[in-house]
């Protein structure tokens, strides 16, 4: 069965690194999107992207937050300059399409641990 | 605004007792809604869904009925085992999936 691969499982940062986190999506999902959860507490929306650019972001996606899709299979998450709130797993995941319908099928996550 | 509630957790039962997980959402109009599993050091995986009023979705003896009336699609099992421990997340598609805060499982021998 297909899966959305994620990269690294556990990184560990120093408060004010550059943090970049890799997903490999379902081959042919168009739609994507990265979620975190912070320990204890819920699954949160993050971002969703498709056709190279964002669809929607939530407000916790602020300036510190950037995503891109560099090459036709990985989408990265990448977080300028860490905040020890930042510390969560992240969660990438894709779908066919957006319809109300569809599923997502998501990743084992990456838990970012900031320091 | 729209949102998912779970009842609390932890759920602790014994093998082969029944489960339900209570789930109530607020939205305007009519999402899809989902029941996701996470075990224990992976990521979350769908385990069912209902696109429309009074529909049941069923998976690996789990179900769980979208009733419009009472806005809840609860989480029903006849008998767990041990395997089921797990955190079930109720979740609605709006466009995004909008997530309960989860309900952890423990299913003792």
């Known amino acids: 069965e297909p899966e959305v691969t994620q990269t690294p499982s556990h990184q560990v940062t120093q408060m004010g690194q550059e943090v970049i986190l890799r997903c490999v999506p379902i081959s042919n999902h168009l739609y994507f999107y990265w979620y975190r959860q912070i320990l204890g507490q819920k699954v949160e929306f993050l971002v969703s992207f498709y056709n190279n650019e964002i669809s929607e972001k939530s407000e916790i996606f602020d300036d510190q937050f950037s995503v891109e899709r560099p090459d036709g299979s990985n989408f990265t998450l990448k977080i300028r300059s860490t905040k020890l709130e930042d510390s969560a797993m992240y969660f990438c995941?894709?779908?066919?399409?957006?319809?109300?319908?569809?599923?997502?099928?998501f990743g084992s996550g990456t838990r970012l641990t900031v320091v | 605004g729209n949102s998912v509630t779970q009842m609390e957790g932890p759920v602790t039962l014994s093998e082969e007792a029944f489960l339900t997980i209570n789930c109530t959402y607020t939205?305007?109009?009519?999402?899809?809604l989902f029941w996701y599993v996470q075990y224990p050091g992976e990521g979350l995986q769908l385990l069912l869904k209902?696109?429309?009023?009074?529909d049941k979705g069923s998976n690996k003896g789990f179900e769980a009925t979208y009733r419009k009336e009472t806005t809840s699609f609860h989480l029903e099992k006849g008998s767990v085992q041990v395997s089921d421990s797990a955190v079930y997340f109720c979740a609605q598609n709006r466009g995004k999936l909008i997530f309960g805060q989860g309900t952890e499982l423990s299913v003792k021998p």
């Open positions: 209902a696109t429309k009023a009074d």
């Open positions: 939205a305007t109009g009519y999402p899809s």
């Open positions: 995941a894709s779908s066919e399409a957006p319809d109300r319908a569809y599923g997502y099928t």
